[in-house]
């Protein structure tokens, strides 16, 4: 019902007719997130979606195109999961016209500290902070973690960071990391 919408009456509940996302985004783009995730019966639907970009709200019979760009994501192994039996193949081919494959933090040497900057100065203007910068041992600290959270741990060591920096500048301390944190994570 949140993707397709539904008509009044389809399910207790359902007091008057709504668009789904789907219909939401039509004319625009629609993002679907760990769409490795997705159910088998969803699936389906979803195929019939993408080859004929048309959507039938759930309850309803009227046949409603969309114009939709779909963009997807996952942090799963798609071509395994249709291996076991977990992700349909045809839809794999559908959604995977122009992949793009962003390697995790760990492996991408510079950006751990590019990104560190982007999130301060973000939520440092948001809680009216003046943090301007990290010190020399936080930005060890940031490039030798091995962020098995990925961009989201950054992000929230960032804004924890800012609550507990005392001075203009993030220190390892404030991080809750220290310098020695090797590629284990461990602090």
Same mark, same amino acid.
């Given at each position: 019902?949140? =993707? ?100 995790? =933090? ?35 600290? =940031? ?18 960071? =800012?609550?507990?920096?005392?001075? +203009? ?11 020695? +944190? ?6």
């Amino acid at each position: 019902s949140e =993707l397709f919408g539904y008509e009044k009456g389809a399910f207790t509940g359902a007091h008057k007719q709504t668009p789904g996302k789907i219909e939401l985004a039509s004319g625009g783009t629609l993002f679907l997130d760990e769409i490795g995730d997705m159910p088998l019966s969803l699936q389906a639907k979803m195929l019939r979606f993408l080859q004929e970009k048309v959507i039938e709200r759930l309850g309803g019979r009227a046949e409603i195109p969309v114009d939709v760009r779909v963009v997807c994501a996952t942090n799963q192994n798609l071509e395994k999961l249709i291996g076991e039996g977990g992700f349909r193949e045809d839809l794999f081919y559908r959604i995977s016209e122009v992949p793009v494959n962003v390697p995790p =933090l760990r492996q991408r040497a510079g950006d751990v500290v590019v990104l560190a900057r982007y999130f301060m100065e973000k939520y440092a203007a948001q809680q009216g902070k003046s943090v301007r910068g990290l010190s020399p041992d936080a930005v060890q600290a =940031l490039e030798h973690h091995s962020w098995p959270g990925n961009v989201r741990e950054l992000e929230n060591k960032i804004k924890t960071a =800012l609550v507990m920096a005392d001075g +203009d500048r993030i220190t390892a301390e404030d991080l809750s990391l220290s310098v020695g +944190d090797g590629e284990d994570g461990e602090n």
